[in-house]
């Protein structure tokens, strides 16, 4: 769930760096602290439920590469970054601020592997049984192994 509400902060100018800090990153995150943060949480929700609905995007197209569209491999999402490239000591990066496609959809492709595999490893194993796990993603994993 907070991975919605990154997206959703992220679209609307606020820095989601602190996404990665711990506590942060996955559903099992402490409650809102407040009424504020309780209603951005709901907004976020809504904003995830209505973007699937006709007319709501401009471009149909839009959510296509939401980490919850079906259609993909089932993985977790990556980290999304926002301006500025530094944060409390935290940047982003280095591939994401290339410029090189290919290296940043590599990027993407391994943290999605890397988040899913240590949150998630039941998502990785079906998506292994469904032959969407590569010979890099595996490789990508065994060398992980022990960081996980």
């Known amino acids: 769930m907070w991975i ?5 902060f992220a679209y609307h100018g606020w820095n989601v ?21 309780a209603a951005q949480t709901v907004l976020a929700l809504l904003d995830a439920v209505a973007r699937l609905q006709p007319g709501v995007l401009h471009d149909e197209d839009s959510h ?34 290339s410029g090189h496609h290919a290296q940043i959809e ?15 490893p039941d998502l990785l194993e079906a998506a292994r049984a469904r032959g969407q ?8 994993l065994a060398r992980s192994q022990g960081l996980l």
């Open 106 to 120: 590599r990027w993407r492709r391994d943290q999605r592997l890397l988040v899913t595999a240590r949150h998630r």
């Open 64 to 97: 296509q590469l939401d980490s919850f569209n079906p259609a993909l491999d089932g993985l977790l999402d990556c980290p999304h970054y926002t301006r500025p490239e530094q944060w409390q000591g935290l940047g982003v990066p280095a591939p994401l601020l």
């Open 133 to 140: 796990i590569t010979r890099a993603d595996e490789e990508l």
């Open 17 to 37: 760096l602190a996404i990665d800090l711990p506590g942060q990153g996955r559903s099992k995150g402490a409650p809102p602290a407040s009424v504020e943060e």
């Open 4 to 8: 919605l509400q990154s997206r959703h």
